[in-house]
């Protein structure tokens, strides 16, 4: 089971090891962890996106919160939350491509940032899954490097993480 | 004008601390000059993990944090076995560390460590200090932080160069605002209805009491309950204490080396009610499969403690005195069936222990036994780790007083400097050290601590001439292959007890042995009581 889960911690310095020595620790496997300030700048909030049953679901949530600069924990439900990650891709690509690429780009929502004579970068903000769709269909023209930030989610209408 | 290292002492002071154990070194040294102006008293042991031990000590015996206090590098990194083991045991602690100064950090100069780095695991919270001004609001924060909730040690990393800069004034806080740390103390109503319902319907209940009821002060409250509901109560290793040993009620310590009427009354119980326990691994071998075969009532202040091990019924977070004055509020005078009730006092009488000795050797259950009742009731009793750890939870008869071991970590070497904190704490209590040959090589450097400063500690040895222990594993598991457990040097425990100054005697019966016992209870010296042990004494029946 994948879960995602919202973090809001004391803006303040040795907070995020405090947080990832925790899961390795407990042994929590995680997919991503993405980290910024909030509206208040005194609190970070920090998305995690980890696999696991039940049981270490409440372990994660629990163990997190006895963290002493951790706010609140909460656990995001299915569908009812947005998450968005930022990705770039540089691919390989000569002349006889570009064009196809383009297309590739156009059919998927994906920006290309930048264009040089042996490659192209994708600018890709969607969601995990549909990052992986434009991986898969960038994989054949050969992926030279990718780099992403990792989830950050959001409620859908009212619902929030706040203090 | 106000030093950071002036600071540091008021902040302790204005905490009531009146106590500190350390050891000194380059970047600790402001602190140090300071500490010399104050009243507090400050126990210098000879190695840093034993100061962390003798914090342990003093804080379990007179229920206030402990404080230890080292330098940078080698000193702060000789502490964290202390602190691990504190941790492990949810025992309040301060731990203050000298660090180098704030413009050489990170540069690896001599004596950098990165403690609160390596100490991440093993605190409930930890600080590295960045202004000489942050420092009131930092000790009054940990202070806070050890003593509520579940308890644990804190640690305070300070730059030597803080502990020098002068601010205008001091000023300690008065209240602490921490948005992430509220812990929950009072039970929720709810929970405790759902939880005295589960009783009264039940059949077999038992209470298993662990450390979390004796570090909340709730022992008479959980005798209290017991009696009110005839609930028999077993105890974990650190919840030994919670009843007088001859209780009716009191099964005695559960668990892999606990008492058999202890484990047939969980085997047979339908509802377990735990107070105050982990549950770890040594007290129910397969805890998985405790919450299939009776219902479990989990009551604790850290809510990550429930439905990590044990699968809970009614889960109840919060303070073990409140939760239990809200159940004995709430059960309003009910009391359990009386065929359960002389089912256990059946399993009591059929489970009597019946000891074999060795001729030419000290029987050491029978001379713990009878050991508990030639000391006051309020005697302190610090076992070690090994045989005479399971020997001391099983056979010493506590009435009012405190049994102290290391429960979580099993460190060996414990007994001595908890027994130095524990006699720091409580002047006026009987402290004794029962410990193994082995155990008692792991620290008796502190004998020069206890002789300076003239601490009224018997220290009893079992000496077996084995690590016990680990021989027992070895004979059931690894077809009695006694690798690395022998330890048949025999030092002459004696003369080196007598080249500190400190009185001793070499016994190898127990009739000798009760003899000198009663003789040194009524000493105001140290001793070192040194009793030849059979290797084949096994750990339990």
Redesign the interface.
Known sequence: MQYTLSIL??NQ??VL??IS?LFS?RSFNIDSLAVGVTADPTVSRITVVANGDE?VV??LE??L????????VKRLTEGEFISRELSLIKVHCSAAKRFELIKIAELMDAKIVDVASSTVTFEYCETAEKIQTLIDLLKPYGIREIVRTGTVAIDKGKAQVS? | MISGAEIIVKCLEAEGVDTVFGYPGATICPFYDSLYDSNIKHVLVRQEQNAAHAASGYARACMKPGVCVATSGPGATNLITGIATAYMDSIPMIAITGQVRSDLLGRDVFQEADI??AC??FT??SY?V?RTADLPRIFKEAFH?ATTGRPGPVLIDIPQDLQENMLESFEYPKTVD????KPNTKGHSVQVQRAVELIKKAKRPVIVAGGGVLSSGAKLKLQKFAEITQIPVLSTMMGIGVMPSDHPLYLGMLGTHGRKCANTALHKTDLTIVCGARLGDRAIASPDQMGTRAKVIHIDI???EI??NVKTTVPIVGDMNNVLKQLINDIDGFKINDEWDSEVKELKAHFQSKISTFEGYVEPRTLINKLSFMLKSKAILCADVGQNQIWCANNFRIREGRFLTTGGMGTMGYSVPAAIGAKMARKDRDVVVVCGDGSFQMSLNELSTIAQNNLNIKIIVMRNQRLGMVRELQDKIYNCRHSATILNDKPDFVALAKAYGIDSAEVSSNEEAEKFVKNIVESDKPFVLVCNVHPDTPSIL
């Open positions: 911690v004391e310095a040795g090891s405090k020595g620790r049981y409440e372990q629990k163990q919160n006895k963290v002493i600069p951790v706010i609140k203090t | 609160t780095g991440e695991p409930k919270h590295l960045e932080i921490i948005k992430g740390y850290d809510p990550a439905g990590k």
